[in-house]
Nanobody, 126 residues
Framework: QVLLVESGGGLVQAGGSLRLSCAAS????????MGWFRQAPGKEREFVAA????????NTADSVKGRFTISRDNAKNTVYLQMNSLKPEDTAVYSC???????????????????WGQGTQVTVSS
């Protein structure tokens, strides 16, 4: 059984930082490309960042570029999302996802990811 468990969410003031973690089990983690998505109330799911299986290639959405950084530790089966300079508009439920053989053409498409975590709430107060 594949499990992706996010942690690290919470309430933070604007300008603050949070580090999200996503611990994976039940899959060969080092074979999977990983992504972070978020969804705010009343809005569609939004791509945030992705990292390929080796950690060499990363991509971030324009809305978070320069503020958020994705990384992974294959020895710990964990992917991270470092979020700095948080803004109220970053408030959402953040979910990690695992997919196989993604490319620069589809890593932003949530339908390409086969496994999802339950999500962790991030709330940024103004």
């Amino acid at each position: 059984q594949v499990l992706l468990v996010e942690s690290g969410g919470g309430l933070v003031q604007a300008g603050g930082s949070l580090r999200l973690s996503c611990a994976a089990s039940g899959l060969t983690f080092s074979s999977y490309d990983m992504g972070w998505f978020r969804q705010a109330p009343g809005k569609e799911r939004e791509f945030v960042a992705a990292i390929n299986w080796s950690g060499v290639e990363t991509n971030t959405a324009d809305s978070v570029k320069g503020r958020f950084t994705i990384s992974r530790d294959n020895a710990k089966n964990t992917v991270y999302l470092q979020m700095n300079s948080l803004k109220p508009e970053d408030t959402a439920v953040y979910s990690c996802a695992a997919g196989l053989k993604l490319s620069r053409h589809n890593y932003m498409d949530y339908r390409r990811y086969g496994h999802w975590g339950q999500g962790t709430q991030v709330t940024v107060s103004s």
